[in-house]
């Protein structure tokens, strides 16, 4: 409290406090100190790595004042505050975003001129922040972004994996993983040493009467793992707003060896005890859209729930307001049902150590509690065998047991004649052994329930979560549709687009405004405007050309169309159905004259994502992608009529370049498997067209930019279930160019038949993916395209006026939505100095 310190101390820190810099000389200053302090180096051996380290090291510190004064200013104003909890946050690399965000990136630049180095270079050192496997984890550090940038009071809550995704490398055309250790330099992150949590696992729970009566349950004599802190500050785009980022890190209870062990001689059983405790954190699940069930996960998912938990409630009980009030002070944000151990963790918190009776704790917790689904796939859907949560959890267990009891309860009373309606909902699969749903858990304990694009709202509600609309009706569940921050995918990824619509626009308000991008359409037919437009699509497709020459030896032609997808390898994105059809074009090429061949539109098929480890499939389709690669572009009868490039390694900072350098992105999953997609967006709104199916945020993509300017193809999701049906009973009817392209292949053209003969084989077998009955269609909508892009004129009118229509696809838009419909919160701005 501000009265209690003495004035000599408030004069002291007043002289002395840290100040940020805001011109060129007070950057050089900050950046030579930590060049020469924090990291030991002079000017004789300070080059590009300890360029970067200075840089970022001067900006942290910029950030941390400003995040001082954001957590003193929140603290000090009390009000509500969102938690939004991930298992993944894929921030990508962080210097670019914060000198960007805090408007100084100028100053960096002429800064680090005077020392003799170019910014580009300096940026392309930082290594990426990988915590996450695709769209759910960017979309999770989109948030973060639009969180800050419009001033909400908000944290995130992850895990430090000491592994983040595993880095790809294509060695004969195969994917190999190389682990991804990334701390070896971060400074990004403040350790809290001081901000530590102890987690419990295992042990038995003991009952007990206390002295009214009432039962008490304890959970005890478990092994003991310690939770530590580190936060990483999250800048808003011209706002003093600095939010928290707080990742978890696991240590062995006493943080130091079992000295009785050690002592005792058994130093190999105390070094393992550390290790065991450790592992927690130590790597990402490298799965995307896939549940595999391991034991590791589950503790993952415990200790980060637990720890995140307890420090929500430690912050909660200093303000001393009644527990009733905790839901008007705390939204908790669910990212997927990953965290749903967070709702029995609140529930056991408020009965067992608070004292709360069942229904006052329990109505703390729903009101507290949203939940996001992002897919409807079953093998996506988390279940934990009942087993391994008794033996870990056991507390944790009968809770579960408990909240089931009442909502069957329930769901008895509201539907007393459908008995099947009980073992439909029930939290508890009766299977063998016994599953936690935990979807279903998600549901129950969460007062709304969001998808991520309308299609994918409407699919959950007609299908896996159909009983509970039912139960609970419809305003329990609702839509917010994905977006992507504008600040990244735009202004960072595409500066040059950046300042053209800003010199229309009169200035940089659309990055916080994305909806001010309608006025640009007023410049679709003007010719500087084209031509200014069109010289920025080409230099970004030249750089794509540079970095596709410099990694992969190929040399491609930036006047060719690229034709770009990057994503997940996953068999319902169907990159399958792409490189099929780039077989098929290449034997249509083969098939002409040389003349025919010359009036054709040159393509470049770009193709880059990781496939999970243990995904075979996946990793098939990679090595498919990969020779065809290798023999269309030694095919010198081709030439520049079409290459075909996988780009290794694909991630958050690649897709910065990779973005805006596309004519056509692919976005082609099986009608009603893809939730949103957020990739789409990204394409679109630098100034390319997507090739789609009506699936996911593809639908209301479209409904903005207008049919005319989108090339949609294939079979509906109301469909796929039918044609799924007839493949089942009649066979796979296989398209007559996708048999041709099987003939290649089995040919030995793309070598050895064999390694493809899982894919081939699975398309005539089931065609689960309607791979055959999507072929035509594709091709014919490709070709369409071909003549689409021969009239740069016609086309460069299409892109403009999609560019315009994309205002709705900001993460901005979401976070307003969220906070109006679901978190009920309100933004707080900071003062320039403070509170
Ligand atoms: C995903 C969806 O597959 C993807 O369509 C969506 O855009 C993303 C964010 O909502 O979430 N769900 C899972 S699981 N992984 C994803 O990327």
Redesign the pocket.
């Known amino acids: 409290v501000e009265a209690e310190i003495p004035d000599e101390q408030k004069t002291a820190w007043k002289k002395h406090s840290a100040a940020g810099f805001s011109n060129k000389e007070d950057f050089e200053a900050a950046a030579i100190r930590h060049i020469e302090t924090t990291l030991a180096r002079s000017l004789y051996n300070c080059d590009e790595g300890a360029a970067y380290g200075g840089t970022a090291l001067a900006f942290r510190d910029r950030l941390i004042i400003d995040w001082n004064k954001t957590q003193q200013s929140h603290t000090f104003a009390d009000q509500k505050r969102v938690y939004y909890l991930s298992l993944e946050f894929l921030m990508g690399r962080a210097l670019d975003n914060a000198m960007l965000n805090v408007g100084l990136k100028d100053v960096a630049r002429e800064g680090l001129a005077d020392l003799g180095f170019r910014m580009e270079d300096v940026i392309g050192i930082e290594r990426d922040a990988a915590l996450g ?7 999770a550090a989109c948030f973060l972004d639009s969180l800050a940038s419009l001033d909400y009071p908000a944290w995130g809550y992850g895990l430090r994996y000491r592994y983040g995704i595993f880095k790809q490398e294509i060695i004969n055309g195969y994917q190999v993983e190389v682990p991804d250790y990334w701390l070896d330099f971060n400074p990004w992150e403040f350790p809290r040493h001081d901000v530590t949590v102890d987690i419990q696992f295992y042990g038995h729970v003991r009952k007990y009467n206390d002295e009214n009566g009432r039962q008490v349950s304890v959970w005890e004599n478990g092994e003991i793992v310690t939770a530590n802190a580190y936060d990483v500050p999250i800048p808003g785009y011209n706002t003093p707003t600095t939010n928290n980022l707080r990742l978890w890190s696991s240590k062995a209870a006493s943080g130091e060896f079992d000295f009785q062990k050690f002592n005792s001689g058994e130093y190999e059983q105390s070094v393992h005890d550390q290790m065991r405790a450790e592992t927690i954190s130590a790597v990402l699940y490298p799965n ?3 549940d595999r069930g391991k034991e590791l996960r589950l503790k993952q998912q415990y200790f980060w729930c637990a720890a995140s938990l307890h420090d929500i409630v430690r912050r909660f009980k200093k303000s001393k307001k009644a527990w009733k009030e905790f839901p008007n002070q705390i939204a908790i944000q669910l990212n ?1 049902t990953h965290p749903t151990l967070a709702i029995p963790e609140l529930q056991r918190i408020l009965v067992d150590e608070e004292g709360l009776d069942w229904d006052t704790a329990w109505s703390i917790v729903v009101n507290t509690f949203g939940y ?1 689904n ?2 409807v ?1 079953a093998e ?1 859907l988390e279940k934990w065998s009942v087993p391994l949560i008794q033996h870990l959890l056991p507390r944790h267990l009968e809770i579960i047991y408990e909240i089931n009891l009442h909502f069957l309860q329930y769901v008895e009373r509201t539907f007393p004649k459908d008995r099947d309606m009980l073992s439909r909902v029930s939290i508890v699969e009766e299977s063998n052994p016994k599953m936690i749903r935990m979807a279903f858990l998600a549901i129950v304990g969460s007062h709304k329930v969001n998808g ?2 309308e299609l ?1 709202s409407d699919l959950i509600k007609t299908t896996i979560f159909k009983d509970f609309v039912k139960i609970y009706g419809q305003d329990k569940f609702t839509n917010v549709t ?1 977006g992507i921050t504008p600040r990244r995918w735009l202004h960072q990824a595409n500066p040059k687009l950046s300042e053209l619509i800003a010199s229309k626009l009169g200035g940089y308000d659309f990055l916080k405004d994305l909806t001010l991008l309608h006025k640009i359409e007023a410049y679709a037919d003007d010719k500087q405007f084209r031509k200014a437009f069109q010289d920025i699509k080409y230099a970004n497709k030249t750089r794509l050309a540079k970095y596709i020459k410099e990694t992969t030896g190929v040399s491609v032609n930036p006047a060719a169309l690229f034709d770009i997808q990057v ?2 390898i ?1 068999e319902y994105k169907r990159q399958q159905l792409n490189i099929f059809g780039v077989i098929h074009r290449y034997l249509a090429l083969k098939a002409m004259s040389p003349e025919e061949r010359k009036k054709m539109q040159p393509r470049v098929s770009i193709f880059g994502g990781k496939a999970a480890p243990g995904y075979w499939m996946a990793k098939c389709i990679i090595h498919l992608v990969n020779e065809v690669g290798r023999v269309v572009n030694n095919d010198p009868e081709i030439g520049d009529a079409l290459k075909v490039i996988f780009i290794e390694d694909y991630n958050v900072s690649k897709c910065e370049i990779i973005a805006p350098a596309s004519d056509i992105s692919e976005h082609i ?1 099986t009608a009603g ?6 990739s789409n967006m990204k394409f679109v709104l630098n100034g390319g067209l997507i090739i789609g199916t009506c699936d ?2 593809n639908i209301e993509i479209t409904r903005e930019i207008g049919e005319d300017n989108i090339f949609l193809f294939g079979n509906l999701a109301e469909d796929v279930e039918d044609i799924r049906h007839q493949h089942t009973y009649e066979g796979v009817l296989i398209d007559e160019g996708l048999q041709k392209v099987f003939d290649a292949i089995h040919s030995g053209m793309f070598g050895h038949s064999d390694e493809f003969s899982a894919l081939t084989n699975t398309v005539v077998n089931h065609d689960h993916w309607l791979t055959s009955a999507d072929f035509e269609a594709y091709c014919k909508t490709q070709d369409t395209i071909d003549e689409a892009f021969k009239d740069q004129e016609a086309w460069l009118h299409k892109t403009i006026l999609a560019v315009a229509r994309m205002g709705f696809f900001t993460a901005d838009r979401c976070i307003e939505e969220y906070a109006e419909m679901i978190w009920n919160v309100e933004p707080q701005k900071i003062k320039q100095n403070g509170a």
């Open positions: 496997n695709g769209g759910l984890g960017r979309l995307d859209n896939l997927d996001t992002h897919t796939m996506a991520v694009a994918h994905n994503k997940r996953h999953s498997t893809e939730a949103s997609g957020t996911g945020a």
